[in-house]
C-alpha cells in the first residue's frame, strides 16, 4: 500500500466521528471540522546496490475548525494517533503552527511528519 493510502486510512481512525478527512484537497462544502493531507515529498532509500524498499516521507496534516479549541483538539487526536502508529517503523512528528484564515474564518494547525515505512 502507498503512503497516500495508508495515511488516509489512519486518519480515519484518529478523527472523531463526522470529522472528513481528504488527501491532496477537500470538496468545496465541507462542514468543519475536518482534515486535509499532503504528501510534501517522498524519498527512497538506497544503499551502494540500489534501492532497499524503504521510504520516508513528509507529510503535512492539517487540521481544520471553525474555533481554536476544536483545531488544537483535532491536532492533538492527530499528534497521538501517528505517533502510535505500529504499522510504520516511526512518524515522528517535526513542525506544528497555529494559523487563522481571513477568508475562511477557520483555525488551521499545519502538521508535518516525517514517516517511515517499507513500500510495497
Not at 470529522?19 to 462542514?31: D, F, I, L
Not at 483535532?74 to 517535526?94: K, P
Request: glycine residues 8%; negative net charge; charged residues 20%.
Amino acid at each position: 500500500m502507498n503512503i497516500r493510502q495508508l495515511t488516509y486510512n489512519k486518519l480515519n481512525n484518529a478523527t472523531t466521528a463526522g470529522t472528513a478527512v481528504y488527501g491532496g484537497g477537500r470538496a468545496a462544502s465541507v462542514t468543519p471540522p475536518y482534515i486535509v493531507f499532503f504528501v510534501v515529498s517522498e524519498n527512497r532509500l538506497y544503499a551502494h546496490d540500489g534501492e532497499v524498499g524503504l521510504s520516508r516521507p513528509r507529510v503535512q496534516v492539517s487540521c481544520f475548525a471553525d474555533t481554536y479549541t476544536g483545531a488544537v483538539d483535532l491536532a492533538g487526536e492527530v499528534i497521538a494517533e501517528l505517533e502510535s502508529w505500529a504499522e510504520v517503523s516511526h512518524a515522528m512528528q517535526d513542525n506544528e503552527q497555529d494559523l487563522y484564515e481571513e477568508d475562511t474564518g477557520l483555525y488551521h494547525i499545519p502538521l508535518d511528519f516525517f514517516i517511515g515505512y517499507r513500500r510495497d
